[in-house]
């Protein structure tokens, strides 16, 4: 493969392992031809990579060639330790490789430093760079060219050689490959820029995005600026407005000033002339008074004579109604006596009566005793003739006493039953309740998945609505299937399995799956996993030794064991992963773990709180051993057994079958019972009917004696009517007589009682007529009276009335003059009084003007002489403001006219590199049968900041173009579309190299082998860079190149030391083997 003109390269690696020193060699092979010259490398190439004591290495030293270096070996010889020492020899972060955080985690174990020192092509002389890392301190020591440095040189050395392995376009480590899909295309755009493009094409980009970061600031501070002008010009319009509005109140102040000093003057007139009429109006109402006073002297006099005559006759009339009261109180109690013996002698008719009414009563209770008598005698001679009823009783007894031992069996059976029933039922509650139990921990075992998983969730709801479009058997992702015996155990299956199997859906058949991720994948856009069980189980698989053979190592169990799982989950989990020969120990494994990892069959093993990856060399069958810390379980730790809840499920079924026997027996029970009852019922009506039949003829003598009894004391009880009669008569007369004497007296009271009635009503006539005279001439007089009492009124207020108005006026003169500021003894001004004639000379006017002015002069609000100062500092303001703005929109114009132009450097080539990028990429697909292109992606072509690099690609025919993510691609697919994507960046080539490593890992043979063809065509070219592609295995019968490089990196203890290794007689074995 290496032309005859190129040199070797020898390099030697050492590393030291827990039983021997071991040894590797890295050399590039060539057809037989071995010496050569040096091919031609790009400024910043890669020339020589030094390690000493860095992660699996002693000490090495590569010699990469100048076009595509294939770096192979098996995992673990330490491949990707070349790839640490390129990124962290050229100052790069650890975060980028993805391994440990701090620098001093790359220094071999067991050393205290470690260095790296790596050679770049530089025309005129080349750089050589040298890290020294020191294990204590995480530091590390900087030289450039031999000399001492700091960090930023290096990183300036390398930036001027357009290095950067912070772009994963230019360097890709193994654990960063899935990074690569899930970059944002505004994220491709710019590692793709500083990959390829011009070095100026990035600036560019970032110059225009600062442009229109200034251009949106510069639009913000102009529409700030406008907005504040026009609202500032608005204001000033509206001051304009005010300044007249100041001058128009102040005319209106004037006025009011002038009403208000005349007010009082007409007020003073106004009450002036008022006083005079007061004064009038006075003298007129005593002279009216005085006549009216001598007017009403005669008709005073007569009325008291008539006063005079009325004493003496009202006196006398009060004596007669005394008199007339004291004869009717004297007649009511004679009529009072006399109602009483009224009322005395209804009574002893009364009596009489109900002493009648009891007699006619007695007599015919006398006669219905006499017919109740003979009736009982003629039925006690029916019952004579009756049959004896004792036998039947005895005989109904008997049976009774039957029926009431059958009922207590009944009874006494339906209280089992019940029981029996209650305690079913209480079981019956408890296994529901444990099946509840299980149902809520299944409930919660969903919740978590839809919590870390939202995606996968939704589509478990669609696939339980969905389950009829499947043929074969389908399983809810495993962490809701899968379950652990002992929730103790849950750990080690957890970390066993990876979460994104652990959310996968497992199927029966791959078109199944097939289905399911075009329903839930491509039209759902849903990112979920999938999986097809083996078509041959392997879950029956047997461990390949038997647990008790390593029971003396403490292990207990295989991990299968610790948990149940549908058939296909379980052969899937065995083939994949192994769990059958899996085994699990406790304390005493961990004791012995130095002597358990030697055991030839072990491959992964747990203890209790560890797991032990033990792998072995295929060259020394050396081992080497890694071991992690067993995490705490966040998924599996919640257990349903299955077989218990099956069984749940079974009893639950049997106590609801117990149960229905029980109703069925309890409902024949209560059956029986009421016929027994009812048929109870008839023997007792019978029973009875029988015992009133034989105890009724003794019960009918005895009524006959009671009877007879009875009629015999009525008969001598009998009442003498004749002689009631004869007493009541006697009585009657009795009072008839003191009612008599009672009518005499009540006679004479009564006529005495009418004369003195009429006494008074003589005496009541004249006294009306003396009234009525009395009255006649009070009304005359009273009518003069009040005449006299409302002119005597009149005057008095009208004199008060002048008084006030006196007062009045003075002070009214006096508020007057003062308001006009005038002396008491100074007429008024000529001035003022030729003011005043212009104004309303009435006091209503004057109000109505004056409130009217007022009420204009209100309306001018908010206005003060500041109005005029603001309006001409406004108005500077507002010119000011003017010109500031002339300026910045001046600054925006040429802030675009610079993004225009900017943009025209910037887009155009970038346009033009995305074509030839897509070229490239579309070709490499179409060799393969896809389909793929890129593009130049933005929603504004104005936001700079959102341009990005969009990749669709397309593996079947049946499907369309997707975008290439983190999630709708398969490992395998996302994996071909970087690596085609990297090649057609090679061809740009402006960066010095690029490092892949083990991208090829997730294809499958097919796209393996046409991915490596078109490496191999586009990496050897003349005009391409430097090339690194790193991977554990190579397909059979690839097409080499003579330009590439093939580096096989190899560790074991027989290895040779350097100063041994011949590169030439190592091909000449080769070569002899291949003959034979």
Same mark, same amino acid.
């Given at each position: ?51 000493? +004591? ?54 071999? #174990? ?105 251009? #949106? ?27 007249? #509005? ?35 109006? !006075? ?150 309740? @444990?099946?509840?139990?299980? +149902? ?153 773990? +130095? ?15 560890? !797991? ?104 001598? +009880? ?70 006299? @009492? ?83 500092? #406004? ?12 300026? @910045? ?120 082998? !046409? ?66």
């Amino acid at each position: 493969m290496g032309e005859s003109s190129k040199r070797p390269r020898l390099s030697q690696i050492s590393r030291n392992t827990q039983t021997s020193a071991s040894r590797a060699s890295v050399f590039r092979g060539g057809h037989s031809d071995i010496a050569g010259g040096v091919g031609t490398f790009v400024e910043g190439s890669i020339l020589r990579i030094t390690m000493r +004591n860095f992660l699996t290495y002693d000490f090495s030293v590569v010699h990469p060639g100048s076009n595509l270096n294939m770096i192979v070996g098996a995992n673990g010889t330490g491949k990707s330790s070349i790839v640490c020492a390129i990124c962290l020899g050229l100052a790069g972060k650890t975060a980028i490789l993805g391994r440990g955080d701090k620098v001093g985690l790359y220094v071999k #174990r067991g050393c205290k430093k470690g260095s790296i020192e790596i050679e770049l092509y530089k025309n005129g002389g080349n750089v050589i760079i040298n890290r020294e890392i020191h294990v204590e301190n995480n530091q590390s020591l900087w030289m450039l060219n031999g000399r001492h440095c700091s960090l930023k040189q290096v990183e300036e050395e390398v930036r001027t050689l357009q290095i950067q392995v912070s772009n994963l376009c230019q360097f890709l480590p193994q654990e960063k490959v899935g990074e690569f899909a899930k970059m944002s295309q505004i994220e491709l755009l710019e590692a793709t820029e500083k990959s390829v493009g011009p070095p100026e094409m990035y600036e560019y980009h970032c110059e225009l995005k600062n442009f229109r970061s200034k251009e #949106r600031e510069l639009e913000n501070v102009l529409k700030e600026k406008t907005s504040f002008l026009e609202k500032a010009k608005q204001r000033n319009e509206r001051n304009k407005l005010d300044v007249n #509005r100041y001058y128009e109140k102040k005319r209106h102040l004037d006025v009011i000033e002038l009403l208000e000093k005349k007010k009082p003057w007409v007020e003073y007139e106004t009450t002036r002339k008022e006083l005079e009429g007061v004064k009038k109006e !006075r003298e007129e109402a005593k002279k009216q008074l005085l006549t009216l006073k001598q007017a009403q002297a005669p008709m005073l006099k007569k009325i008291q004579q008539i006063d005079e005559k009325l004493k003496p006759i009202e006196a006398e009339m009060k004596a007669k109604t005394a008199a007339i009261k004291e004869a009717s109180q004297k007649c009511k109690q004679k009529q009072d006596q006399l109602d009483r013996k009224h009322k005395e002698i209804d009574d002893i008719k009364q009596a009489l009566r109900m002493k009648q009414i009891e007699e006619e009563d007695h007599q015919k209770r006398i006669v219905n005793t006499r017919r109740t008598i003979e009736d009982l005698k003629v039925e006690l001679d029916k019952l004579g003739d009756q049959l004896d009823t004792t036998l039947l009783i005895s005989a109904i007894s008997v049976e009774l006493k039957e029926i009431q031992e059958r009922t207590a069996r009944i009874e006494a059976e339906k209280a089992d039953l019940r029981r029996e029933r209650d305690n079913v039922i209480a079981e019956s509650r408890s296994l529901q309740k @444990k099946l509840n139990d299980m +149902n809520n921990l299944m409930n919660m075992k969903e919740e978590k998945l839809r919590t870390r998983h939202r995606d996968t969730h939704t589509a478990l709801l669609w696939l339980r609505e969905n389950r009829q479009l499947f043929r074969g058997n389908i399983h809810e992702p495993m962490m809701l299937v899968i379950n652990v015996k002992d929730h103790q155990n849950a750990k080690y299956v957890e970390n066993h399995i990876s979460f994104h199997d652990l959310r996968a859906f497992v199927f029966q058949r791959k078109d199944d799956m097939e289905k399911f991720l075009v329903e839930v994948r491509d039209k759902m856009n849903l990112k979920v996993n999938a999986i097809s069980a083996p078509e041959v189980s392997c879950s029956g698989r047997p461990p390949s030794r038997n647990i008790e053979s390593m029971r003396r190592f403490g292990f207990f169990t295989y991990l299968r064991e610790m948990f149940n799982a549908p058939d296909e989950v379980m052969s899937y989990l065995c083939s994949q992963y192994k769990v059958h020969d899996v085994p699990v120990g406790n304390e005493q494994t961990k004791a012995l773990i +130095n002597t358990v990892i030697q055991e030839p069959y072990l491959k992964v093993l747990y203890t209790t709180d560890e !797991r032990y990856t033990v792998k072995r060399s295929i060259y020394s069958n050396k081992t080497s051993t890694s071991n992690s810390a067993v995490q705490k379980s966040q998924y599996l730790i919640i257990t349903v057994d299955a077989e218990e809840r099956r069984q749940l499920e079974q009893q639950l079924r049997a106590c609801e079958s117990k149960l229905q026997e029980i109703d069925e027996r309890m409902k024949t029970l209560q059956t029986e019972f009421a016929a027994l009852n009812r048929h109870e019922n008839e023997l007792l009506s019978e029973k009875k009917r029988l015992s009133e039949l034989k105890g009724k003829k003794k019960q009918l003598e005895q009524k006959i004696g009671t009877k007879q009894d009875s009629l015999r004391q009525m008969e001598q +009880n009998v009442i003498d009517l004749k002689k009631v009669e004869e007493q009541t008569n006697a009585k009657i007369k009795a009072v008839s007589f003191q009612k008599v004497t009672i009518v005499s007296v009540l006679t004479a009271e009564i006529k005495t009682k009418a004369k003195l009635s009429m006494e008074k009503v003589y005496l009541a006539l004249e006294t009306v007529g003396l009234t009525a005279e009395k009255n006649k001439l009070e009304n005359d007089c009273r009518e003069g009276a009040s005449e006299l @009492k409302t002119m005597d009124i009149k005057c008095s207020r009208l004199e008060q009335r002048k008084v006030q108005l006196t007062e009045k006026c003075k002070g009214l003169l006096k508020s007057a003059k003062s308001i006009c500021r005038m002396q008491m003894d100074e007429p008024l001004p000529e001035g003022l009084r030729n003011a005043f004639s212009k104004l309303p000379d009435t006091l209503d006017e004057v109000d109505s003007m004056l409130n009217e002015e007022r009420s204009r002069a209100e309306c001018f609000t908010g206005l003060s002489e500041n109005v005029v100062e603001e309006y001409s500092r #406004r108005e500077q303001e507002i010119e000011h403001l003017e010109k500031e703005l002339e300026k @910045k929109i001046a600054d925006l114009n040429a802030y675009r006219q610079n993004i225009s132009e900017a943009k025209e450097r910037w887009l155009i080539p970038l346009k033009q590199l995305i074509e030839q990028i897509n070229d490239k990429f579309s070709n490499f697909f179409r060799s393969m049968q896809c389909a793929g292109e890129v593009d130049l992606h933005t929603e504004n072509e104005e936001e700079y900041d959102k341009y990005g690099i969009r990749i669709r690609v397309k593996f079947h025919s049946s499907t369309q173009l997707h975008e290439l993510t983190a999630h709708h691609q398969s490992g395998g697919e996302r994996s071909v579309s970087t690596m085609l994507y990297l090649m057609a960046l090679q061809e740009l080539n402006r960066c010095p190299f690029r490092v892949v490593d083990e991208i090829n890992q997730g294809m499958d043979p097919i796209n393996e082998r !046409r991915v490596f063809d078109i490496v191999v065509q586009t990496a050897c070219k003349e005009t391409t860079s430097q090339y690194f592609f790193i991977t554990p295995k190579l397909l059979q019968n690839l097409q080499y190149a003579e330009e590439m490089t093939v580096l096989c990196v190899h560790n074991g203890p027989h290895m040779l030391p350097p100063d041994k290794w011949d590169i030439k007689a190592f091909i000449r074995r080769l070569e002899r083997k291949a003959r034979a």
